[in-house]
């Protein structure tokens, strides 16, 4: 069945001085609206060249106008794109002028949310363009894509597909029980079995698929003018954070992000850890948000210069649960010694900053198991533990009792938590969700 909708249309381009600016319509008017503002007949399925003209016949810009047939389109519907001059005065004059002859403004995500309600794409291919979009890496927009390509989709399908075969086994017994065999219950575990192990194989990673997602937090910490901040600057190669030889000059978390070998690495300089007693309010606040950092943080560098201080051997002890880097700093000041446990630095002179690189990308990959070629979001893990928890419980029953309208009604709550990932069942809360994340013009 197919949805109609109004027309509308929003600027795919950003509302900033560039050389090409793109304006979308979509629905079932954008051909009528498009032939009201265009100087020469459109003809579908081709390049078309002209002017945008106001209804005095007076030209607004040069453009080139791309025309998609129904369904054949990015949303599934008759869409228009018009490529004008990338002039804010320009684009704006032209939005002006299809929004009189019709059409609205889209809302966020809504030419994306035509194309899931339109069939064109499944919700998890959905959601993937809006990763493709946030990527903040090589890895993480490879992996989007391949969601877009619908690679997830097809792995969900799979473990659907032996569990709707059985449902519809178990209905039917139970309908028609003078025509239809009972299903072994040692089917039905072994099915049910298979499928969690490979729900499972999706999960375990996870934690794995967040990491490429968002980033992965390491955190520097160490007592006061340790050099946190100038090792903080290194690793981000500008002056970000300040570096005095005053303790406690930084008093709060900087937070700042970069991309090593594909992965986002989120860096944070905390203030330098001390007795509290020492310390006046706003640094103890810098302390005390520091072991928070700690706490929420993936790696840990801990930075000493000599020795190990009785301080020292409380920072290492909140980060115990951590993987924990040790970083000796000031090399060029400090002898250097055999600590093979630590990797030695100076930020002045740039020693051994790209050895540290290596070592966090190791803790990374140790972090991150496997290659994965795919990711899950908060909201398609939650589907999969649902589903997970469904099957269980399946099996538990299955196992307990002979009655199969009790197991029935978890397998049909396993079937839909999977649905829900892809989009077959969905409510309006969790669809209108989605797409608000998205920004106008996709």
Do not use: W
Request: charged share 25%.
């Amino acid at each position: 069945m197919e949805n109609n909708f109004d027309t509308i249309c929003a600027t795919l381009t950003p509302q900033a001085l560039s050389a090409v600016g793109i304006i979308r319509i979509s629905g079932d008017s954008a051909f009528n609206i498009a032939n009201k503002i265009f100087s020469k007949e459109i003809s579908p399925k081709k390049i078309n060249y002209g002017f945008i003209i106001d209804e005095y016949q007076k030209k607004l810009d040069e453009v080139v106008l791309l025309p998609f047939v129904s369904p054949h389109s990015y949303t599934g519907e008759d869409v228009i794109e018009i490529q004008c001059h990338g002039n804010p005065q320009i684009i704006n004059s032209i939005l002006e002028l299809i929004l009189s002859k019709g059409a609205r403004m889209a809302q966020k995500g809504e030419f994306t949310k035509r194309a899931f309600l339109n069939h064109r794409i499944d919700l998890s291919q959905a959601e993937a363009v809006l990763d493709v979009i946030e990527a903040k890496s090589t890895k993480s927009a490879q992996n989007a894509l391949n969601n877009l390509g619908g690679y997830l989709k097809e792995k969900i399908n799979l473990i659907k597909e032996d569990l709707i075969e059985i449902y519809s086994k178990v209905i039917a017994s139970i309908d028609f029980p003078e025509d239809v065999a009972e299903v072994d219950n040692k089917t039905i575990v072994s099915i049910c079995n298979d499928k969690i192990h490979e729900i499972n194989d999706i999960l375990k990673n996870a934690k794995s698929h967040d990491f490429i997602r968002d980033g992965l937090s390491v955190c520097l910490i160490g007592v006061p003018n340790v050099g946190k901040s100038s090792l903080f600057n290194s690793l981000l190669n500008y002056s970000r954070a300040i570096v005095t030889d005053i303790a406690g000059t930084t008093r709060d978390t900087i937070k700042e992000a970069i991309n090593l070998d594909g992965y986002i690495i989120n860096f944070i300089d905390t203030a330098g850890i001390r007795d509290k007693n020492n310390a006046d309010l706003v640094e103890q606040i810098g302390i005390d948000n520091s072991i928070k950092s700690i706490e929420q943080s993936d790696i840990v560098l801990f930075l000493y210069e000599k020795n190990y201080s009785e301080i020292d051997e409380k920072l290492i002890n909140l980060a115990k649960n951590k993987q924990v880097i040790f970083v000796k700093t000031k090399t060029d000041i400090i002898p250097k010694n055999d600590d093979t446990d630590s990797i030695e630095i100076s930020s002045k002179s740039g020693f051994g900053i790209e050895d540290l690189k290596n070592k966090i990308l190791s803790a990374i990959k140790n972090l991150i198991h496997i290659d994965t070629d795919y990711t899950t979001n908060k909201r398609q893990q939650t589907c999969l533990l649902r589903a997970k928890e469904s099957l269980e419980n399946v099996i538990n029953t299955s196992t307990e009792s002979d009655l199969a309208d009790l197991y029935a009604i978890d397998l049909k709550a396993a079937i839909l938590a999977l649905d829900e990932i892809t989009g077959e069942v969905l409510t309006d809360d969790i669809l209108d969700n989605i797409f608000s994340n998205f920004c106008i013009g996709k």
